[in-house]
């Protein structure tokens, strides 16, 4: 028989619980380090919607965001928590090209003209997820293997590799500091929820010149959406960005108008100059034998490439 392997994962967020998962599906015995309940970690504020949203044209990109759509939507037709494939709208106000480089990806691409002030309307679907049920979903699912998600702040990967041979790093924006990355930056992101007056549709202007426009239905409430602020680190509030925000949303959405505010979300989402670092290191820095995988800095994206790229974190900790 193959001996298995002991595998620590560091992190719970998005990226740092899928691999765990398919690391555990692979045949290893996993435990995941976060220094947060998953449930408190930043992956719970994002809108968490199927879309390369501020990620470069790339091979890699393309294949993990082509697999976690795939995976999200045979998760959204068995009923998984949190995961519904939604229709969308992708409102453009430059000129239609042709389809974007992600399009084959979804599968379901469609360009239609489209009135002033846009050029055309993209329609295609994606799969949405409320991470909160998602996340205790995916925790549940490591645990029934016999997987442990551990409360554990890490100082030093080296000090990971101390607890098995094989160490994921699924740290975020921890990363710039834990694997001593400069290319390692926030960038914050502001979103507005309101009660959902029974929109089933995603709705997004990626070209509005006032900001990145969105409005993603879930089942009580609307996510509305939003900044895109690289560099800038602090999660306080800011009432006229939120305002500012139900506007834009009201204008490409006019139901909304009546919709009551709920609350405000802010978070830093860990986003890399040069796109996610996915790969063995060539230094572990470990005890003899060991492997650190690195997997961080998918920015926006972290929902949207998830699956794919854990995937491919499951071959470079368990091949050769």
């Given at each position: 028989m193959a001996r298995t392997r002991d595998v620590t994962?560091?992190?719970?967020?998005?990226?740092?619980?899928?691999?765990?998962?398919?690391?555990q599906e692979r045949?290893?015995?996993?435990?995941?380090?976060?220094?947060?309940?998953?449930?408190?970690?930043?992956?719970?504020?994002?809108?968490?919607?199927?879309?390369?949203?501020?990620?470069?044209?790339?091979?890699?990109?393309?294949?993990?965001?082509?697999?976690?759509h795939a995976e999200l939507s045979r998760q959204a037709v068995d009923g998984v928590p949190g995961v519904v494939a939604r229709p969308t709208r992708m409102l453009l106000r430059h000129r239609y090209a042709g389809p974007p480089w992600w399009a084959e990806a979804c599968g379901d691409l469609v360009a239609e003209p489209a009135p002033p002030p846009?050029?055309?309307?993209?329609?295609?679907?994606?799969?949405?997820?409320?991470?909160?049920?998602?996340?205790?979903?995916?925790?549940?699912?490591?645990?029934?293997?016999?997987?442990?998600?551990?409360?554990?702040?890490?100082?030093?990967?080296a000090d990971a590799l101390d607890t098995a041979p094989t160490v994921v790093n699924a740290t975020g924006l921890a990363a710039g500091r834990l694997a001593a990355?400069?290319?390692?930056?926030?960038?914050?992101?502001?979103?507005?929820?309101?009660?959902?007056?029974?929109?089933?549709?995603?709705?997004?202007?990626?070209?509005?010149?006032a900001g990145i426009t969105y409005v993603h239905p879930r089942r009580h409430d609307v996510v509305l959406g939003g900044t895109f602020q690289p560099g800038v680190a602090h999660t306080g509030p800011d009432p006229a960005t939120a305002a500012a925000i139900r506007?834009?949303?009201?204008?490409?959405?006019?139901?909304?108008?009546?919709?009551p505010v709920l609350g405000e979300r802010i978070g830093l989402r860990p986003a890399r100059h040069g796109g996610p670092r996915v790969e063995v290191d060539p230094d572990p820095a470990g005890p003899p034998g060991s492997r650190l995988v690195h997997a961080y800095g998918h920015g926006g994206a972290g929902v949207t490439l998830s699956w794919g790229c854990a995937a491919e974190v499951a071959d470079l900790a368990l091949g050769g």
């Open positions: 994962v560091v992190g719970g967020g998005i990226v740092g619980m899928t691999a765990a998962v398919a690391l045949g290893a015995r996993v435990t995941v380090l976060a220094a947060d309940d998953p449930a408190d970690t930043v992956s719970t504020v994002a809108a968490a919607v199927w879309y390369p949203s501020h990620t470069d044209q790339d091979p890699r990109v393309l294949r993990w965001a082509r697999w976690t846009y050029t055309t309307v993209l329609r295609f679907t994606a799969p949405t997820v409320e991470m909160t049920p998602y996340l205790a979903w995916l925790r549940q699912r490591l645990e029934d293997g016999g997987g442990r998600v551990l409360r554990r702040r890490v100082e030093r990967l990355d400069p290319a390692v930056h926030p960038v914050r992101g502001h979103l507005v929820l309101v009660a959902n007056p029974g929109l089933t549709t995603s709705v997004r202007d990626e070209d509005d010149p506007r834009r949303c009201v204008a490409l959405v006019p139901e909304l108008a009546d919709a």
